[in-house]
């Protein structure tokens, strides 16, 4: 990473702020107030060392997610990058599971396609080509984001030090090849409590969703990792993401996957 400007304390203490928020669910202001120079590289060295913590204390890499990939999510956090977050198993809910919403501070909910890989991938030159030929499936995913800056203000390099405001999320559906699909004309509806709220179709992600993916895996590059086969990628939000609260049901219905739904209790 080129554009390093934080020290090593300084990065520690930026990700025990941020871990602290992650693990007992309480706001933080943006670490840009207190770190106005700080960089979309140093929100990575930030986010690495979160990994690294993760990693020591037992929780596995699964995968990684793209962020920020659509318009409707730029538009929405008012960022015009992308970016990326690690995914690890302690974040994963079963198909049709409950999430306690008094262990996240402001849960939202977006639908996106997933990618699992069965070829390694590298940047920095990764293009979509590469990244369908080396995707062993497609399945739809709800995320469950939870951005934990006050009042949602944040800029990139706090969203990406804060992994992409990743929480949960839920595969589900049926997983199809890629190929006999075509991602960009896929459409999605996503609904609360039985009223559609969101709905949209693969396009909206940089339209091809498995150009995110390419993308991310780019990012990685300039992060010293690659993508090993078997990761589990989401490519990110087709639509804007929805509020939630304790009672509420979700299910995002996909065109040729199926549905993938979960429920949020206190
Ligand atoms: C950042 C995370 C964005 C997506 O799919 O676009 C994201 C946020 O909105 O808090 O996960
Ligand atoms: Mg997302």
């Given at each position: 990473?080129?554009?390093?400007?934080?020290?090593?304390?300084?990065?520690?203490?930026?990700?025990?702020?941020?871990?602290?928020?992650?693990?007992?669910?309480?706001?933080?202001?943006k670490?840009?107030?207190?770190?106005?120079?700080?960089?979309?590289?140093?929100?990575?060295?930030?986010?690495?060392?979160?990994?690294?913590?993760?990693?020591?204390?037992?929780?596995?890499?699964?995968?990684?997610?793209?962020?920020?990939?659509?318009?409707?999510?730029?538009?929405?956090m008012?960022?015009?990058?992308?970016?990326?977050?690690?995914?690890?198993?302690?974040?994963?809910?079963?198909?049709?599971?409950?999430?306690?919403?008094?262990?996240?501070?402001?849960?939202?909910?977006?639908?996106?396609?997933?990618?699992?890989?069965?070829?390694?991938?590298?940047?920095?030159?990764?293009?979509?080509?590469?990244?369908?030929?080396?995707?062993?499936?497609?399945?739809?995913?709800?995320?469950?984001?939870?951005s934990?800056f006050?009042?949602f203000s944040f800029d990139l390099?706090s969203v990406?030090?804060d992994?992409?405001?990743?929480?949960?999320?839920?595969?589900?559906?049926?997983?199809?090849?890629?190929?006999?699909?075509?991602?960009?004309?896929?459409?999605?509806?996503?609904?609360?409590?039985?009223?559609?709220?969101?709905?949209?179709?693969?396009?909206?992600?940089?339209?091809?969703?498995?150009?995110?993916?390419?993308?991310?895996?780019?990012?990685?590059?300039?992060?010293?990792?690659?993508?090993?086969?078997?990761?589990?990628?989401?490519?990110?939000?087709?639509?804007?993401?929805?509020?939630?609260?304790?009672?509420?049901?979700?299910?995002?219905?996909?065109?040729?996957?199926?549905?993938?739904?979960?429920?949020?209790?206190?």
């Amino acid at each position: 990473m080129k554009d390093v400007t934080l020290n090593r304390e300084d990065i520690v203490r930026l990700c025990e702020r941020v871990e602290g928020a992650q693990t007992r669910a309480y706001e933080i202001p943006k670490l840009t107030n207190e770190y106005p120079a700080m960089t979309m590289d140093d929100g990575y060295a930030v986010q690495n060392e979160l990994r690294r913590r993760f990693i020591e204390q037992g929780h596995k890499l699964v995968g990684w997610k793209a962020g920020l990939t659509s318009r409707a999510k730029m538009k929405q956090m008012g960022v015009e990058v992308p970016s990326i977050g690690f995914l690890t198993d302690k974040m994963a809910v079963p198909e049709g599971g409950k999430i306690s919403v008094s262990e996240l501070v402001h849960p939202r909910v977006e639908c996106e396609i997933a990618f699992v890989t069965s070829n390694d991938l590298e940047g920095p030159n990764c293009t979509a080509e590469q990244v369908l030929a080396a995707t062993d499936y497609v399945l739809p995913a709800i995320e469950i984001i939870d951005s934990r800056f006050q009042k949602f203000s944040f800029d990139l390099q706090s969203v990406i030090a804060d992994n992409g405001s990743s929480a949960r999320f839920v595969g589900g559906g049926r997983p199809r090849y890629a190929s006999d699909l075509d991602l960009r004309t896929l459409g999605v509806v996503m609904e609360k409590n039985g009223e559609i709220v969101e709905m949209g179709a693969g396009a909206a992600v940089m339209n091809n969703p498995a150009e995110a993916v390419a993308m991310l895996v780019n990012i990685l590059h300039g992060l010293g990792e690659y993508l090993p086969k078997g990761s589990f990628v989401m490519s990110g939000g087709i639509t804007a993401a929805v509020a939630v609260e304790p009672g509420d049901f979700v299910s995002a219905r996909f065109q040729e996957l199926g549905s993938v739904s979960v429920s949020f209790i206190e």
